[in-house]
């Protein structure tokens, strides 16, 4: 089965300063999709960025930015410029890619505070 | 577009009672994850639909949990009777696949379950 994990519970960065929250993974597919979810406080999660895992550019969405080693199955998201509306818990979550469309598995999230 | 609508948002209930949450995906999105989210943790599937039939549903604690997604769109996840340890918050979310592309999860916000 696959596994997430997210070795920091929590991480702290001061405002406009640039942070890298960790996620390594296991499984044995060669071809997937990795993503990194935002919750904030209020509890609705959004997607932050998605990155599929036979690419080997390295995915951008403005602020956000993720670093993907396959072979070390390591997928970190860097958040540059900090704001204080990034405080939130961050998930990485691995999915198959699968005809069916299948379930994501999610580590256990990053909190992360912006200090002003 | 609409998000995922959720209800109720909130619900404090007494263990074995019963309680259901309701689920609106985004229109055309074909498959429907039902998440559960104990506090400080990350979400756990329990249950996934494509259309109105059942693609994984092997987390599902069934002798107490129930899910149905009636003319596959809007989906029931009932709970009877309840247990303390289901206290945690409810995720549904919707998913657009197809075509090899994956643009991951839209979420609800949630319910909140409490069992006294």
């Known amino acids: 089965a696959q596994t997430v994990t997210q070795s920091q519970p929590e991480m702290s960065v001061q405002e406009a300063e640039t942070v890298t929250l960790s996620c390594t993974y296991d499984?044995?597919?060669?071809?997937?999709?990795l993503f990194w979810y935002k919750q904030p406080p209020s509890r609705q999660m959004i997607l932050v960025i998605r990155?599929?895992?036979?690419?080997?550019q390295n995915a951008t969405e403005n602020r956000f930015s993720v670093n993907f080693q396959k072979a070390a199955k390591s997928f970190s998201l860097k958040i540059s410029d900090s704001q204080l509306g990034d405080a939130a818990m961050y998930f990485c979550a691995y999915r198959r890619i699968n005809t069916n469309a299948g379930k994501s598995t999610f580590g256990d999230g990053t909190t992360l505070t912006v200090k002003p | 577009e609409a998000g995922v609508a959720q209800s109720p948002r909130y619900k404090i209930i007494e263990k074995r009672q019963s309680v259901a949450f309701w689920c609106n995906p985004i229109s055309g999105h074909a498959t429907l994850y039902w998440y559960q989210q104990i506090l400080g943790q990350g979400p756990k599937l329990l249950i996934q639909?494509?259309?109105?039939?059942?693609?994984?549903d092997s987390q599902l604690p069934k002798d107490r949990f129930s899910a149905e997604r009636l003319k596959g769109v809007d989906s029931t996840l009932k709970i009877q009777p309840a247990k303390l340890e289901d206290s945690a918050v409810y995720l549904c979310?919707?998913?657009?696949?197809?075509?090899?592309?994956?643009?991951?999860?839209?979420f609800g916000s949630g319910t909140r379950l409490t069992v006294v």
């Open positions: 990155q599929e895992a036979y690419k080997q």
């Open positions: 639909f494509q259309n109105n039939g059942v693609v994984d």
């Open positions: 499984t044995s597919e060669s071809d997937y999709y």
């Open positions: 979310a919707s998913s657009l696949t197809g075509g090899g592309m994956d643009y991951g999860y839209t």
